[in-house]
């Protein structure tokens, strides 16, 4: 009888226990699931936001985690894979990414080859002895440029002296690179490679518009020279051409479309054909209740088309939340997704439509493949700040400040993405 009692309770035991542990997994999955930011940071707010109906957590649960699964194409990465580059001291005893010694003023990516420009004045004020004003120290900065040819993996490192590198153009097959600083009166210097940036020589001038292969602008206001053979010889442009340059403000150039020149102004794309050296008008049908964005005639260059950014007329038509972009020789507009609870300010690269906001404090990337028809996001959680962002052949390449488990990490890093499904959309 004694045994069969003990057994009993031996029975009895092993189900209260199975009973506790269901009972304390149920807790833990209901608290999750009520804890705003039990999945990956995020509060409630904007996974609802974005993929639920207010108050539909559930739905907007299970939509984020496939979301998620996008963020396995970003990694981020810094400097010190470079031989001699050490981390930036700072106020901290074990320093900040090496990154942090560098002002980035631009990045550039050119299908396998990207170049991030800038200089060292970070550097050069946490080693001074003193405070030292910005003024100070862009007189002692360095120029710097920073090549990678394996997507981030591994860079070589270029310096130029004084001032800073305030960015690469490619021309052609040839690259571009300004040293200066913004702002000063000191006129940049101009440099060319031939190489992919190997070995650079100075030069007069950067050609302002490619219009093909042989056919290029150069110059300044009033001085503008022509080539047809890819700059071997230059020409002076003619009165024509002359006249529809001057009737636009410096700083304000017109961009290039096939082999044409083409600028926006009052609602109306002004054409200049090099070949019939005649200018040509044609009026925009901009939807009423849109503004233009002024000077943001884009010409893409991955595929030439031009597109422009429109805003919603907040007095004419106030329900209207959300920009678009406009392709005007198309005549379609690609409305912004209504999901998003603010404006954003989205570019066009390639079959590439998209950029970042925030929602409920947590950056978001959106973008589209197909021109509107469907919208992806992506929560990045883990970057609380980004800048020089830059696009190229389906990547994106940014500066961010990373979140760490106690607050923000010290110092910024670079960030690579890349877009899912872009070479396959963009065959």
């Known amino acids: 009888m004694k045994s069969k009692i003990l057994k009993l309770l031996k ?15 149920s807790v833990i999955f209901i608290t999750n699931q009520s804890d705003p930011d039990s999945y990956f940071g995020i509060k409630k707010e904007a996974r609802s936001i974005l993929f639920g109906i207010s108050g539909n957590t559930k739905k907007a649960d299970k939509e984020l985690v496939k ?8 990694r ?21 990414p090496a990154l942090s010694k560098y002002e980035i003023q631009d990045i550039q990516i050119y299908k396998d080859v990207a170049f991030v420009t800038g200089d060292n004045r970070n550097e050069v004020r946490t080693n001074s002895r003193t405070p030292m004003s910005l003024d100070k120290a862009e007189e002692l ?4 440029v920073f090549r990678s040819t394996d997507g981030g993996k591994t860079f070589d490192k ?14 052609n097959n040839d690259l571009y690179l300004a040293i200066g600083v913004h702002m000063s009166k000191i006129k940049s210097t101009l440099l060319k490679a031939k190489d992919i940036g190997d070995t650079w020589e100075e030069v007069n001038f950067i050609p302002w518009v490619v219009l093909n292969k042989g056919m290029m602008i150069q110059g300044s206001y009033g001085d503008e020279q022509i080539t047809n053979n890819g700059g071997e010889t230059w020409k002076k442009v003619s009165e024509n051409l002359q006249a529809y340059l001057d009737k636009f403000p410096k700083y304000h150039r017109p961009i290039p479309y096939q082999d044409k020149l083409v600028k926006l102004q009052d609602r109306k794309l002004i054409f200049f054909d090099i070949e019939t050296d005649k200018e040509e008008v044609l009026p925009l049908n901009v939807p009423r209740e849109k503004i233009l964005d002024k000077g943001t005639l884009h010409s893409d260059k991955e595929t030439g088309e031009l597109s422009i950014r429109l805003f919603p007329d907040i007095v004419g038509n106030p329900r209207e939340e959300q920009g678009s972009i406009w392709f005007p020789l198309e005549d379609k507009e690609v409305v912004f997704d209504k999901k998003l609870p603010k404006p954003v300010f989205l570019e066009v690269h390639g079959k590439y439509i998209g950029g970042f906001t925030k929602v409920e404090g947590v950056l978001t990337h959106i973008w589209t493949l197909d021109k509107g028809e469907t919208w992806n996001y992506e929560l990045l959680p883990n970057y609380f700040w980004e800048k020089n962002i830059s696009y190229g052949d389906g990547q994106i390449w940014m500066e961010v400040l990373l979140r760490g488990k106690d607050g923000f990490q010290n110092g910024s890093y670079l960030a690579i993405g890349k877009i899912k499904d872009y070479k396959e959309e963009n065959k």
Do not use: H
């Not at 979301?67 to 970003?74: L, T, Y």
């Not at 990465?77 to 074990?94: L, M, S, Y």
């Not at 900065?141 to 710097?144: G, K, S, T, V």
């Not at 270029?158 to 021309?171: E, H, M, P, T």
């Open 76 to 96: 981020e990465f810094d400097f010190r894979d470079i031989q001699g580059e050490t981390p930036d001291k700072g106020a901290d005893p074990q320093g900040y």
């Open 11 to 25: 029975i009895m035991g092993i189900f209260l226990f199975i009973v506790f542990v269901v009972l304390a997994v």
């Open 158 to 171: 270029q310096c130029f002296g004084k001032r800073s590198a305030l960015g690469i153009r490619k021309v």
């Open 141 to 144: 900065m360095e120029a710097y």
């Open 67 to 74: 979301v998620q699964k996008m963020e396995n194409s970003w």
